[in-house]
């Protein structure tokens, strides 16, 4: 192939211009390459990196041949933590263990051998006068057993005209089925809650206990359960519109589709919340904004969402959408970690911290709503004017380029603005997302495991169950109890046709607890 051939021209002139232009190409080429390593650098702390930002000695080693960082540079930033989060060193000595008031004692008298049982000087027996008592903390392996249900049957001897009558069957999560509702629910609470995927647990069935269940049989029942806790969560709606605040979020998660031969579709679950309310969660085959539309119809209030386009049409003189602050700063902190340290996305990050100051101030001194109003309207509305300024003048900065991770964050920050705002004039209001985040992080924790969801028509099921779950942990329930007591009498009201679910869930559980308590 042969090489471009550059016309040289000869007059001065021209020259000049034709150095000038390569000039700029150089300069075009420096910073595509400065993008181009941040962004590497990025891709690979967020793949590699640990959660409290420091970077382990194999970590160095992955960073060590990234183009634009030197190995002084990288175990520099290994040494050194976040500069918004700080964690406490753990005490080398935290002491002994005290072991729960509430659990049975039960005691192991272990005896003397045979040779201090007698005085070795007059050799009479001795006898006990005391113990050497310790405690540990033990446990029954787990044991299945067969469980031999008999209804009594009744008649009369003198009157068998009368007939046979019989005891009625016992209300059922699954009726007629093989499994009790023990067996289901630890099933349910082994996936969702400790994310053990069904094929691992036929195998810990088979393999401890010589019990061999199929993969297939565990799903048949959880889509059982399903079915259950679908319209269960459906009559959490309300409960959700309430309080007239919502945050929402979602999370990719795959599915088995038929639509794509050999490949898994990336659906979507939509999670709603409330801080101190029901969580909701909702399957879309899609991203799109039509999946919150039909959720959200009948709102009225304000919805806090971080700056995904899907949310932002929901503005309206009904409902007020408020940003989120900790999705601003994850911006400014990736482009930190991105850019080197970079210095103005440090100072960003130190103003955002002095936010989240006043939060934890009013958290602390357990504050009413109107008295967390009134300390950000004198503590945190000057720092907000600052923060924005300061926003402002590092995107116009010749240094900071539109296309870079500091440039991404002040354009996504400065975007988001006018609904981070609102924060500062609603005390109920929370100063971002994290508490939905939270309810969904089992979810990202889970698909890990899980890889997929077998059909398109399981998702709006195991939405349901993951609702129930993350709804009681939210409440401070105990999912076990509640889903014991109620999933029977949600099974027995469907098959009756009885659809009024709203007394049976997680909230109305929790009340009436209280109330007979």
């Given at each position: 192939?042969?090489e ?32 181009q ?16 930002e420091k ?15 030197t ?135 088979v ?11 565990l ?20 409960e ?27 659906a ?24 919150p ?33 900790a ?10 970690k ?6 103005l ?7 955002i ?16 709503h ?6 950000r ?18 995107r ?15 354009n ?40 997929h ?8 099921k ?29 099974a027995?009201?469907?098959k ?19 109330t007979?308590?």
């Amino acid at each position: 192939m042969a090489e471009a051939q550059i016309q040289i021209p000869k007059d001065n002139e021209s020259l000049k211009k034709l150095a000038l232009k390569q000039a700029h190409k150089i300069v075009d080429l420096e910073r595509m390459i400065q993008l181009q390593a941040a962004q590497i650098r990025l891709i690979l702390i967020k793949k590699y990196g640990c959660k409290s930002e420091k970077l382990s000695d194999n970590q160095l080693l992955l960073l060590e041949g990234e183009p634009g960082i030197t190995q002084q540079e990288v175990e520099q930033e290994a040494q050194e933590m976040s500069p918004v989060k700080t964690r406490k060193k753990r005490n080398p000595n935290p002491g002994r263990i005290q072991l729960p008031e509430h659990l049975e004692r039960v005691e192991e008298i272990i005896p003397c051998p045979k040779d201090q049982c007698q005085c070795p000087q007059c050799g009479k027996e001795t006898k006990v006068f005391d113990y050497e008592i310790s405690e540990v903390l033990d446990l029954k392996p787990v044991e299945y057993f067969v469980k031999v249900i008999k209804r009594e049957k009744r008649a009369c001897p003198d009157c068998p005209e009368q007939g046979v009558q019989c005891a009625p069957p016992l209300k059922r999560i699954v009726d007629k089925g093989k499994f009790s509702d023990d067996f289901i629910i630890d099933t349910l609470l082994k996936k969702y809650r400790l994310h053990q995927p069904l094929f691992r647990q036929s195998v810990n069935l088979v393999e401890d206990f010589n019990l061999d269940i199929s993969r297939s049989t565990l799903c048949v029942n959880l889509m059982k359960v399903g079915e259950l806790c679908a319209p269960l969560s459906g009559a959490m709606r309300p409960e959700l519109f309430e309080g007239g605040y919502i945050q929402a979020d979602e999370t990719p998660i795959w599915v088995q589709s038929p639509r794509k031969k050999g490949k898994n579709h990336q659906a979507y679950l939509f999670e709603y919340s409330r801080p101190d309310g029901p969580v909701i969660f909702d399957f879309s085959l899609g991203r799109s904004r039509e999946g919150p539309e039909v959720m959200l119809k009948g709102f009225e209030g304000i919805l806090q969402t971080d700056g995904y386009s899907a949310y932002l049409k929901f503005s309206t003189d009904k409902i007020t959408r408020v940003g989120c602050m900790a999705h601003i700063r994850r911006k400014f902190d990736e482009a930190y970690k991105a850019e080197k340290k970079h210095p103005l996305a440090l100072e960003v990050l130190g103003m955002i911290r002095e936010l989240y100051a006043v939060e934890k101030q009013a958290r602390e001194k357990e504050l009413s709503h109107e008295q967390r109003l009134k300390l950000r309207q004198s503590q945190s509305a000057p720092v907000m004017e600052k923060l924005k300024a300061r926003i402002t003048e590092i995107r116009l900065k010749p240094t900071v380029l539109p296309k870079s991770q500091l440039g991404k964050a002040c354009n996504y920050a400065l975007g988001q603005w006018e609904a981070i705002k609102h924060y500062l004039n609603n005390g109920h209001v929370e100063i971002d997302n994290n508490s939905c985040e939270r309810s969904i992080r089992p979810v990202a924790i889970g698909r890990k495991n899980w890889i997929h969801i077998g059909s398109e028509n399981a998702g709006p099921k195991i939405a349901g169950i993951i609702s129930i779950v993350e709804t009681c942990l939210k409440l401070e329930i105990r999912p076990r109890d509640y889903l014991k007591e109620i999933l029977p009498e949600v099974a027995e009201r469907l098959k009756t046709g009885r659809q009024e679910l709203s007394d049976l869930t997680p909230m109305a559980w929790k009340a009436n607890q209280s109330t007979t308590a």
